[in-house]
């Protein structure tokens, strides 16, 4: 796989000087066995009067500004060089017990795996269970991993992906009334399902490479949720450990899924938010740009650098 290049530029504009409040971004790429950051600098202005990292409880890296001067543009831009490696379907070996459901995870895992089995989401009406067990065979064992693949699947053929500039995420059960939504929509929704059948969900958000849209390459992957972050889930699963899930492509494994942020629930994974004082009619809007592009192959990676830059 080439060496993945993200840019990231969100900018807030309003009508008259407004000064800002403290503002946390989730845009570093996790690093791990199948993806390793090499270059990550993030160029904010106005120029804050304090930055820092931390790691929050997930583990995720948070960026923190604080802000001393007035401004009519506020724009964060994030550049990150990461080396990708493709983890694909088949390449998963669960453990003998967890190859069909129901399992049980073992006495020392549950303890750490229990929050991530809850429920989060009402579903009185018990329509989400429902639509999650119509995946369950009815002649003999199901298999774990052709439940999760079939179920990504499905999202991808039955329902319509609408982008929504408006911020929030359905619930689940009004995904399934609708047939429609977001990455995250699809990507709350498939969490909630695979809950519902015991298993361990978390909610990723990060970016997405299609080669479709890619010059640099002459493959015909063409990806949705492109032009912005994105979304999907990952499920544990015994033996293969965390595994990636993206509904709204019907992506098994984490080819072209650069992974940002994992959480519990969607709103421990906002990739930017923040504060501003001034009136109500002052903000003009925001503009969210997002592109992923590949190196050519053969170019040799510049060596890594052990912490990202901060350069407003």
Not at 50 to 70: E, I, K, P, Q, Y
């Amino acid at each position: 796989m080439p060496i993945l290049t993200v840019r990231h530029v969100t900018t807030y504009r309003y009508r008259q000087p407004v000064s800002f409040g403290e503002h946390r971004m989730m845009l570093r790429p996790r690093d791990g066995h199948d993806q390793h950051l090499l270059e990550a600098r993030i160029d904010i202005t106005p120029k804050p009067a304090a930055f820092w990292w931390l790691h929050d409880v997930f583990g995720n890296s948070v960026g923190v500004a604080c802000f001393a001067t007035r401004a009519r543009e506020l724009r964060f831009e994030s550049t990150m060089r990461l080396d990708h490696n493709p983890v694909e379907e088949l390449d998963f070996r669960l453990e003998d017990h967890a190859r069909s459901l129901p399992f049980s995870y073992s006495a020392e895992e549950m303890p750490d795996l229990a929050r991530s089995i809850e429920r989060h989401h009402a579903d009185p009406e018990r329509v989400v269970d429902r639509w999650a067990r119509s995946f369950l065979r009815k002649d003999g064992p199901t298999g774990t991993l052709d439940l999760l693949t079939e179920m990504t699947r499905a999202v991808k053929r039955d329902f319509s992906y609408i982008p929504r500039v408006m911020r929030g995420i359905q619930e689940p059960t009004r995904t399934l009334e609708l047939g429609s939504g977001t990455c995250r929509d699809f990507a709350l929704l498939m969490m909630e399902a695979v809950r519902s059948l015991g298993l361990a969900a978390r909610f990723v958000s990060g970016y997405i490479y299609s080669p479709g849209h890619d010059a640099a390459l002459s493959e015909e992957r063409v990806h949705l949720g492109g032009g912005s972050t994105h979304a999907w889930v990952r499920a544990y699963l015994p033996g293969a450990g965390w595994v990636e899930f993206d509904p709204t492509n019907g992506i098994v494994g984490n080819r072209d899924l650069i992974r940002v942020a994992v959480s519990r629930d969607p709103a421990q994974a906002v990739p930017l938010h923040g504060a501003w004082k001034g009136f109500p009619d002052d903000a003009l809007g925001m503009e969210v740009s997002v592109t992923v592009t590949a190196e050519p192959e053969g170019r040799t990676a510049r060596p890594p650098r052990l912490a990202a830059l901060m350069r407003p």
